[in-house]
């Protein structure tokens, strides 16, 4: 009988996976043992105030230095070992749009094709960047002549080219204004839903409560907390419901039969604590009910990422940025 040889392939759903990286410079511990864990087609979102260490991350990440301990693989490759292989497998866009404004939107892709020897028919690629990022009726006109939403466009689209499998977005959306910052998170997550891994800072907590699937919070160096955006925000108290009458008669009433609430008289509101279910939400209006009192109106509050932002790191979100 002739044997044969089985090659097992260990398949994984990791993009990015991380283990005990830390990095100084001189006496400065700037990423003190972080992990990290991103797992492939999803967005994975680091934040954390000035300082903390995020730029460095992404630095090491994107093998434009070297951290002093750990390791790390990128697409599979291992950081140390094989960094050409990670470079091949990633894209990288920076804060600022890095394009040539003395070029068009069109030769500044060509010449990210010229720079990506592996791209193949790179017209029809530059003609498909150019019509997904709806770029085709400016593609000839000077870069420099592009509203900020337009060069954050091509400068994504320029990231593209070579069809990366792991994005990493600094700030993409800074400076821009509502409208242009919808249209690109309607483009990543487009490139999410064709698989593409994204690591994204920003500085906009609702950036990373709308988009990412995981949220890790870097401060001094570390990993102070790490989830999805909803399993951080129930790690945070603050859950309430607020409850406002028609008359300072109803919200005495109120008042008395719902302990630990607490009241504003002025708008007639009580604010009571609870977790946000259904089930704790059905007991409080029986017991409305049962008392005859009615609200005229209530909503449901709960802690949003800027709350948890403050609670973990005491840093406010306006000094979050880098």
Not at 77 to 94: E, M, N, P, Y
């Amino acid at each position: 009988m002739t044997g044969v040889a089985v090659t097992v392939v260990h398949m994984t759903n990791t993009a990015i996976a991380v283990s005990g990286l830390r990095k100084s410079y001189k006496d400065k511990v700037v990423l003190d043992g972080i992990d990290l864990d991103v797992r492939a087609g999803t967005i994975f979102s680091l934040l954390g105030p000035n300082g903390a260490g995020k730029t460095t991350t992404v630095n090491v990440l994107t093998t434009l230095i070297a951290a002093d301990a750990g390791t790390a693989r990128v697409a599979g490759h291992d950081l140390a070992t094989q960094a050409k292989a990670v470079r091949t497998a990633i894209g990288v866009t920076g804060q600022f749009a890095a394009v040539d404004e003395l070029l068009t939107g069109r030769e500044n892709l060509q010449l990210m094709v010229d720079l990506t020897p592996r791209v193949r028919n790179g017209k029809a690629v530059i003609a498909d960047l150019l019509e997904r990022f709806e770029l085709t009726e400016a593609a000839d006109k000077a870069a420099s002549t592009y509203s900020g939403g337009m060069r954050r466009k091509l400068d994504l689209a320029m990231t593209l080219v070579g069809n990366p499998r792991i994005i990493f977005l600094d700030e993409p959306t800074t400076g821009l204004d509502p409208r242009s910052r919808r249209t690109m998170w309607a483009i990543i997550r487009d490139l999410v839903a064709d698989g593409v891994t994204i690591f994204l800072t920003t500085q906009y907590l609702d950036e990373a409560d709308q988009l990412a699937d995981q949220v890790a919070v870097l401060d001094k160096g570390k990993i102070v907390a790490q989830g999805t955006p909803d399993e951080l925000k129930r790690q945070i108290p603050g859950t309430h419901i607020r409850l406002r009458f028609t008359s300072a008669a109803e919200l005495d009433a109120a008042a008395q039969i719902l302990p630990g609430s607490t009241r504003d008289d002025d708008a007639l509101a009580l604010r009571v604590p609870g977790d946000g279910g259904t089930k704790s939400l059905r007991a409080l209006l029986d017991t409305l009910d049962r008392y005859s009192i009615s609200a005229e109106e209530f909503s449901v509050h709960t802690p949003d990422l800027d709350d948890v932002f403050l609670a973990l790191t005491g840093h406010a979100t306006e000094v979050s940025a880098k």
